[in-house]
């Protein structure tokens, strides 16, 4: 069988994947980060109910918060539901979290979820430092993908003859 990237050894599924983040930014490079859940969300997380069209971080207090993430209240729970859009706070180093203020303050970064995941049974998030595209450059983004697309069509007529 062909490697696809996701071994299970490594224990990896794709719960939820941002697309429009690379349309809209350029991502500089990326941080694996915990999120703090209560028992409700988690189980809506691994069922994949959430929503996060708008969703940023934000460095408060020397803590990374996670903000505009909408995690649907889990069906089967009593009335001890969770607040479906509280904040929740994203788990990395102190070292991490120096180097990511350095850079929002600095150079005007925006920190946007790029993915969310489950990697050893705990729901991962995968967090892009990210500059926001101008105009022209997703004209560009959008020529070139019709471009490759128009490339792919062209060999795959070639192929059927």
């Known amino acids: 069988m062909p490697y696809n990237g996701n071994s299970m050894s490594e224990g ?14 350029f991502i500089e490079e990326t941080y694996e980060c915990g999120i703090a859940l ?19 971080a934000e460095i408060v207090n ?17 009335i001890f539901n969770h607040n479906p859009d509280r904040p929740k706070k994203l788990l ?4 991490e979290i120096k ?11 925006t920190l946007v979820p790029v993915e969310f995941y489950l990697k050893n049974g705990r729901v991962k998030a995968s967090l892009g430092v990210c500059k926001g595209k101008k105009q022209y450059d997703k004209r560009a983004t959008i020529k070139d993908r ?8 062209e060999f795959s007529n070639k192929i059927r003859g």
């Open 38 to 56: 209560e028992g409700t969300e988690v189980k809506s997380f691994k069922n994949g109910n959430i929503s996060f069209p708008d969703s940023f």
């Open 12 to 25: 990896k599924k794709v719960i939820a994947e941002n697309r429009k983040v690379r349309f809209d930014y």
């Open 62 to 78: 020397g803590e990374v918060w996670l903000k505009n993430l909408h995690i649907s209240e889990y069906a089967f729970s009593s």
């Open 92 to 95: 990395l180093h102190a070292e």
């Open 146 to 153: 019709d471009i490759k697309r128009e490339i792919q069509r």
């Open 99 to 109: 180097r990511l203020t350095r850079k929002v303050e600095e150079k005007g970064y």
